[in-house]
């Protein structure tokens, strides 16, 4: 992997896998690891949502029920954000793209993906682990009370503010959004898996690791998947 001269990499990556996968807490260490900016749609919807503005409210009511906002606004959002300099020559898309249209509209704005690696767990596994799980909202940092905890229960390490649980990670939201995953998200994975096996110049490598175990583990087959 090449390092350009303020130290960043030449990397686009896109981190696949349903929610609880662990996306979030490997996509803080890969961004720290290559020195790349990590864009969360899901970070800047919440974002738009504690802002309270128009769209926000909208917003909130799709996050909540365990739904996908509309590609659309997803799209309009990405777009605006890959154009700042910082993320000119790589980055990490942590929950983007999450429906066949929103990939269709990476491809078509000619943007080349390095890497997908799809994170695998099991459903039963997620529904346990996203009821442990917690999060500092300012900064979008996670936790988990038995796998990942904080150093102090309850607070965020850096800042010492309290954490709290998303609407989002309860129990009947998140069988939800597993639904969701299944059926919109789930396509992706033969996507780019089978766009990967293609002679296209422009396919991604197409990596499967597997999310369950310790998080430095998961991190490292990670790494070693980037190469
Ligand atoms: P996340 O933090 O990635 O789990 O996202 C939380 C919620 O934000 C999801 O359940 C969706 O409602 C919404 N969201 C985030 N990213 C996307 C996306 N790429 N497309 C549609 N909805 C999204």
């Known amino acids: 992997m090449r390092r350009q001269t303020n130290g960043r990499y030449y990397v686009k990556i896109i981190l696949l896998g349903p929610p609880g996968a662990g996306k979030g807490t490997q996509a803080q260490f890969l961004k720290d690891r290559y020195n790349i900016p990590q864009i969360s749609t899901g970070e800047i919807l919440r974002a738009e949502i504690k802002a309270q503005s128009e769209l926000g409210k909208k917003l909130k009511a799709i996050v909540d029920s365990g739904?996908?906002?509309?590609?659309?606004?997803?799209?309009?959002?990405?777009?605006?954000?890959?154009?700042?300099?910082?993320?000119?020559?790589?980055?990490?898309?942590?929950?983007f793209p999450r429906t066949l249209p929103q990939a269709e509209a990476v491809k078509t704005a000619d943007i080349k993906i390095d890497h997908v690696i799809e994170i695998t767990v099991p459903d039963t596994e997620i529904v346990k682990r996203m009821s442990g799980r917690r999060v500092h909202l300012a900064s979008g940092r996670t936790y988990h009370v038995d796998h990942n905890p904080p150093k102090k229960s309850g607070i965020d390490d850096v800042s010492g503010e309290p954490l709290v649980q998303r609407e989002d990670d309860k129990e009947e939201t998140v069988k939800k959004r597993l639904d969701v995953y299944h059926q919109q998200t789930k396509p992706l994975v033969e996507y780019y898996e089978k766009w990967s096996k293609t002679?296209?110049?422009?396919?991604?490598?197409?990596?499967?690791?597997?999310?369950?175990g310790e998080i430095s583990t998961i991190t490292e087959a990670l790494v070693k998947a980037l190469g």
């Not at 309009?76 to 000119?88: A, F, G, L, M, R």
């Not at 002679?199 to 369950?212: M, Q, T, W």
């Open 67 to 95: 739904a996908l906002v509309s590609d659309d606004i997803i799209i309009e959002i990405v777009q605006k954000k890959i154009q700042s300099p910082e993320c000119k020559n790589g980055f990490l898309f942590d929950g």
């Open 199 to 212: 002679a296209d110049a422009k396919a991604p490598k197409y990596h499967r690791v597997s999310g369950v």
